[in-house]
């Protein structure tokens, strides 16, 4: 059960990975359209959305092992 619960867990990380590049290239995307700082801004908005998921994934997955550790 530990393990699925790991497998799980990268499986989130992969996804998290996956949206924060997307993200990013979508913004490169339109570098030409917007202005540098409105870009910077967006950026940092993008990285601060997966730190925060990142920070909550963890946390899930540390209760869930202490759960099943038990």
């Known amino acids: 059960?530990?393990?699925l619960a790991q497998k799980a867990a990268e499986s989130a990380r992969v996804s998290l990975r996956r949206a924060r590049k997307e993200g990013m290239d979508a913004i490169k995307r339109a570098a030409d359209v917007i202005p540098e700082d409105e870009r910077k801004?967006?950026?940092k908005k993008v990285e601060e959305a997966v730190a925060a998921a990142?920070?909550?994934?963890d946390a899930i997955?540390?209760?869930k092992e202490?759960?099943?550790k038990g």
């Open 54 to 57: 990142k920070k909550q994934l």
């Open 61 to 63: 997955c540390e209760a």
């Open 41 to 43: 801004r967006a950026e």
């Open 66 to 68: 202490k759960e099943l």
């Open 1 to 3: 059960m530990f393990k």
